[in-house]
């Protein structure tokens, strides 16, 4: 077997709502071969990982996936289960696996889950599948799993894991923003997070927020400036002062009297912080391992505490205690180490509750000053110190006094973080008790208790897994602070897919939305726009240039056209949309990514349905069977959500039936765009004056602008706004190339990227009324990445709305071979139309001058492209330029009757 590709789906899929990766697999020798056809290939898969007797497969229950290995299943879908065996061993939490065939015999897709905050970039799915396939195929060949291997491969992967995932503080923060649902993007694999879009999103890094100053950081990683600020603003603080070198250090120990404590004057996590100094040496030491600058104070009595501050709120509060053991009278200290260590709760660094004890030449000092080593057995119940300060990062453990805290400690605790300047602090004390007040002093030089350091980005985990007392959930008082007043962090946000339109009505929507004042972010086939400003140019219809928009500070709603590529190859970019717009479902792309039928392209443009949030609205073609189909999904719970139909036949079955039962509707009735509620119709724009229809001749672009105006109004929009807006859309500068209109001398020529036969079915009708029949030249060209059935229906409407051709191949063939798909078109269109007038051209620039040769005056061009800027610069480099609008022949304006005509009531 090997891994032939591997992808990475982002967000919400056509397999499932969460994160996956899509594997193609190839058996090769394992093709058509099942687990029956292996002797004992079942018994030693299970000797080597006996927890895939547990897996449910189809039966629904434990057992079910030995039972069909014992019945005989194909070896692609064991590697599915082994995968997902292997992750479940290194403590990556995924359930959910499928695989299916391909039409290749022997080539199987393997959809497996991905935790929903690993980086997409991760290398852990391919590395799990390689252990998967590797294993497989050894157990096929008649070898068993040899335990200590697998350990040693598991013991890599796990350790990948837990430095890839987020710690216990970023994972409290995403928590308690999922439960609000604010939406939540984490960056690679690091702790920073984007909580919320546009204008309402906020920034997190662990427990740093994007209104974190960086002066009040920069105060709290300076322990001396932190010091005197304090002080001077009357709050406790150990009396000391800072040194260059060793002979600065010892004499402050002389002036402050033992014991001190050194610590770098810039430290962090307690690195070389150094307690319980007694004597010249042992200052000189610590001040040489500190290295640089470091602050010397008097150590102060009683218990270390550590208290949160979130905006201006005590929300938590934790008794901090030193790595110690405790002795059994049996184990020596190396062990005792060794079982608390082995606590699953512990692990190293920050990735877990606890850090484990670390036997290193600071623990072997402090086990000295208590006359032990690591060989030495205490006496049971006696506590041996590993560490003398209280941090986590050390192996110190936490203990949840919240309740306990004191007023006085609390206001405290609230002044200092107001005096240096954090929104979230750490603020770390030692007194005799936090239920007490803090002894009152006159003299600062004498101080008992008080404020030992203050930090930035303070460590969430004692909070949140104290080895005893309540958890706190501090990750929702970061979130509140963040989010007030139940903000979910979202802005309005449209998707809108289909076959053909999609580019038109996303673009006419954000522009009917922008007439509200509101500040659009809009992404289409031709690229990412931010108030009307393009700032990407190319294809962005997937995650990566949804997530641009819904990531800019300045957009305060997105309107997101989504296509098939994206969706299928990496997700949706969003989790949930307010408003989804599907336009038509048509054939094309056929045979791309697996799509064999229009069945499949439903499947797949149905996702943005499903992901419209309950409550939200769907925006339906009525007109098209397919997308009427789709209100009957399983998945896409119309029953949940507002459904609105457009169309322009009044009469059409489920748009009557919807609007009988008080439903609202967005029609062509009688020449005008019509809203419909219940019985109530209110006209609002004449079909002859929406932009782009050409006075009618393409009811298409007057069908896009209902979808659009249903949309904008779905998204509050007012009607009156709306309407108005509409009427100052230029398709030239608003939806350039889709029914851009030219002139050179007395030709005209029409530029659309019609690429499908329903596309251009639609296209050179309009063309005929415009200008009459056989008035039309083509200069045309089609993607190569379609199937020959589709370029061939493509060819044959083409021949049926043209008289003359001139056919060009993409400079991106697309797989094929050159000249390829001119050809195929060429002999398609002479077979449906022998007498037509057709020749090849080298490229787009060629086949234009070719045409423009063929016509006469009278006639029009019909130019469609591959990428629309050279095609369009190329034409004005001709002389072409823009018109207002062609002639429109033989059409008369509908007469009006509008039975029912009222004010809409919003």
């Known amino acids: 077997m090997k891994i032939l590709s591997l992808r990475h789906l982002r967000g919400p899929n056509v397999h499932l709502s969460r994160p996956a990766v899509v594997a193609r697999l190839g058996l090769d020798e394992l093709t058509g071969r099942e687990t029956t056809d292996v002797a004992g290939f079942p018994e030693r898969l299970l000797r080597g990982l006996p927890g895939l007797a547990e897996h449910h497969c189809a039966a629904g229950a434990p057992g079910g996936f030995v039972s069909r290995m014992r019945g005989g299943t194909y070896f692609g879908h064991v590697t599915e289960h082994v995968m997902l065996e292997l992750s479940q061993r290194i403590g990556r939490n995924v359930s959910f696996g499928r695989t299916v065939s391909t039409a290749e015999p022997g080539i199987y897709d393997l959809i497996v889950e991905c935790p929903r905050d690993e980086s997409p970039e991760s290398s852990l799915p391919a590395q799990l599948l390689e252990a998967a396939v590797e294993l497989v195929a050894a157990v096929a060949s008649g070898a068993s799993i040899v335990r200590a291997d697998l350990d040693r491969r598991l013991a890599a992967l796990a350790g990948l894991a837990e430095r890839e995932a987020t710690g216990p503080s970023t994972t409290a923060i995403i928590a308690a923003a999922r439960r609000r649902g604010i939406p939540v993007e984490r960056y690679g694999d690091l702790s920073l997070l984007r909580l919320g879009w546009g204008t309402r999103r906020r920034l997190a890094w662990a427990a740093m927020t994007d209104r974190t100053g960086g002066v009040g950081i920069d105060i709290a990683a300076d322990k001396q400036t932190t010091r005197r600020m304090l002080s001077d603003a009357g709050i406790p603080v150990a009396p000391g002062g800072t040194a260059t070198g060793p002979d600065e250090a010892v004499r402050l120990l002389a002036e402050l009297g033992a014991p001190v404590v050194v610590k770098p004057r810039r430290g962090r996590q307690g690195e070389h912080v150094a307690l319980n100094l007694r004597t010249a040496a042992e200052v000189h030491a610590a001040v040489l391992a500190a290295g640089g600058e470091v602050v010397v104070e008097r150590q102060l009595g009683g218990r270390d505490y550590r208290v949160l501050v979130v905006a201006g709120e005590v929300v938590a509060a934790a008794e901090r205690v030193a790595a110690h053991v405790i002795g059994d009278g049996e184990s020596t200290v190396a062990e005792l180490v060794a079982r608390v260590n082995a606590d699953p709760r512990r692990g190293m660094g920050h990735s877990r509750a606890l850090t484990r004890i670390a036997l290193d030449d600071i623990a072997e000092a402090v086990l000295a000053r208590q006359e032990c080593t690591t060989g030495t057995v205490p006496a049971a119940g006696t506590r041996v110190r590993l560490r003398d300060n209280a941090n986590l990062s050390s192996g110190g453990t936490g203990h949840d006094v919240t309740d306990r805290v004191h007023p ?49 980005v303070p460590g969430l985990r004692m909070h949140l897994s104290p080895v005893s007392g309540r958890s706190r959930d501090v990750g929702d008082a970061i979130v509140r602070a963040m989010f007030p007043g139940g903000s979910d962090g979202r802005i309005p946000v449209a998707a809108v897919t289909g076959t053909n339109g999609k580019t038109s009505v996303a673009r006419m929507t954000a522009y009917l939305l922008g007439g509200g004042g509101l500040r659009i972010g809009l992404t289409t086939t031709d690229g990412v726009s931010l108030d009307g400003r393009t700032v ?35 997700g949706l970019g969003y989790d949930w949309s307010d408003v989804g717009v599907v336009t038509n479902i048509t054939a094309d792309h056929l045979g791309q990514d697996g799509l064999g039928s229009v069945e499949d392209i439903a499947h797949v443009k149905a996702l943005v349905a499903e992901r419209v949030r309950d409550g939200g609205t769907l925006v339906l073609n009525a007109d098209d069977p397919w997308v009427r189909s789709l209100v009957d999904r399983p998945r896409v719970r119309a029953d949940r959500k507002r459904v609105v139909w457009f169309g322009a036949d009044p009469q059409q079955p489920v748009l009557v039936g919807h609007l009988g039962r008080g439903g609202t509707a967005y029609l062509l009735q009688d020449g005008w765009l019509v809203q419909a509620t219940g019985a109530r119709r209110t006209p609002l724009l004449r079909v002859a004056e929406v932009p782009g229809a050409f006075g009618g001749a393409a009811p298409y672009a007057a069908v896009n602008a209902l979808a659009a105006i249903a949309a904008a109004r779905a998204m509050g929009a007012p009607a009156g706004v709306v309407t108005e807006r509409l009427t100052e859309f230029e398709p030239r500068v608003h939806n350039p190339g889709r029914g851009t209109v030219l002139r050179l001398g007395e030709v005209s020529l029409f530029v659309d990227y019609a690429h499908n036969p329903a596309a251009l079915a639609a296209v050179l009708r309009t063309l005929e009324r415009l200008y009459g029949r056989d008035r039309c030249v083509a200069a045309a060209t089609l993607p190569g990445d379609r199937r020959d059935d589709l370029l061939a229906a493509s060819a044959q409407v083409l021949a049926d709305g043209v008289t003359r051709a001139v056919l060009y191949d993409d400079e991106d063939p697309r797989g094929r071979r050159p000249g390829e798909v001119s050809a195929l078109v060429e002999r398609e269109m002479r077979g449906r139309r022998p007498n037509l007038r057709s020749v090849r051209a080298e490229g787009y620039r060629a086949a234009v001058r070719e045409a423009l040769r063929l016509a006469v005056p009278g006639d029009v061009v019909l130019v469609l492209y591959e990428k629309l800027t050279p095609m369009l610069e190329h034409l004005e480099e001709l002389g072409a330029v823009p018109v207002e609008a062609p002639p429109v022949l033989g059409l008369r304006p509908a007469p009006v009757r509008l039975a029912g005509a009222g004010t809409a009531a919003s």
């Open 536 to 570: 990407y140019r190319g294809d962005a219809t997937g995650p990566r240039s949804a997530q641009m928009v819904l990531g800019d500070p300045g957009v305060q709603a997105a309107v997101l056209e989504t296509a098939r590529g994206g969706t299928l190859r990496r």
């Open 408 to 456: 006085d400690v609390a206001r405290l605790c609230l002044r200092v973080a107001a005096v240096v300047g954090l929104d979230v602090a750490g603020i770390d004390l030692r007194l005799p008790d936090i239920a007490a007040p803090v002894p009152p002093t006159a003299d600062p030089d004498d101080v008992a208790a008080g404020v030992i350091e203050v930090n930035a």
